[in-house]
């Protein structure tokens, strides 16, 4: 693949093609990996964090009842 293929761009694919050409042990490029989904995950709840207006938190005793809360919401807004 070249450089710039677009796949190169998925996470944790530089730590993979860095162990590939020999640059770093497996171990080294699956904790790059770990961390750098962390670091993603962290972002992502981040943005989610400046943009949604209100949290459903929906409990495990609750799950059956996600279609109503889904549906009210959906209905009623946030």
Known sequence: LPASAPALKALGARELMAHL??????????????????????????????????????HAQQSCDFLDLATDYLREGP
């Not at 962290?42 to 949290?55: G, L, V």
């Open 21 to 58: 050409r020999g640059e770093i042990p497996l171990e080294t490029a699956a904790a790059a990996v770990k961390q750098a989904t962390r670091n993603y995950a962290k972002r992502q709840m981040t943005w989610f964090r400046n943009r949604m207006i209100a949290w459903r938190t929906i």
